[in-house]
């Protein structure tokens, strides 16, 4: 499996943007496909976006069609979220993750996840 390890997150005014990084170790990287999820306070953790392991397909939660977008860069074992027109509904810990097999289309839940980021705060303001 991979380690990764998030940043990027922050404190915003509604309406801007933000771009967070993950970054993962380990020579396997390129064949996990990757995802975001977020958990805001006493809510479950809910998926935002996933990318298959080649970079061809992505996939985003209604909440995030039109914001947010996700990409990956195998080359430097990072994988990206940017986020615009940011609303405070946003706000959240946002998590890496690896999907749990190799060569898929993406993570769309938490038991598709087989490496977790620690999770980095994005706190959108009114």
């Known amino acids: 499996q991979v380690q990764l390890v998030e940043s990027g997150g922050g404190l915003v005014q509604a309406g801007g943007s933000l771009r967070l990084s993950c970054a993962a170790s380990?020579?396997?990287?390129?064949?996990?496909?990757m995802g975001w999820f977020r958990q805001s306070p006493g809510k479950e953790r809910e998926f935002v976006a996933a990318i298959s392991w080649s970079g061809g397909n992505t996939y985003y939660a209604d909440s995030a069609k039109g914001r947010f977008t996700i990409s990956r860069d195998n080359a430097k074992n990072t994988v990206y979220l940017q986020m615009n027109s940011l609303k405070p509904e946003d706000t959240a810990v946002y998590y890496c993750?690896?999907?749990?097999?190799?060569?898929?289309?993406?993570?769309?839940?938490?038991?598709?996840?087989?490496?977790w980021g620690q999770g980095t705060q994005v706190t959108v303001s009114s």
């Open positions: 380990g020579r396997t990287f390129s064949t996990y496909a």
């Open positions: 993750a690896a999907d749990r097999s190799r060569l898929g289309l993406g993570p769309s839940n938490a038991n598709d996840v087989g490496s």
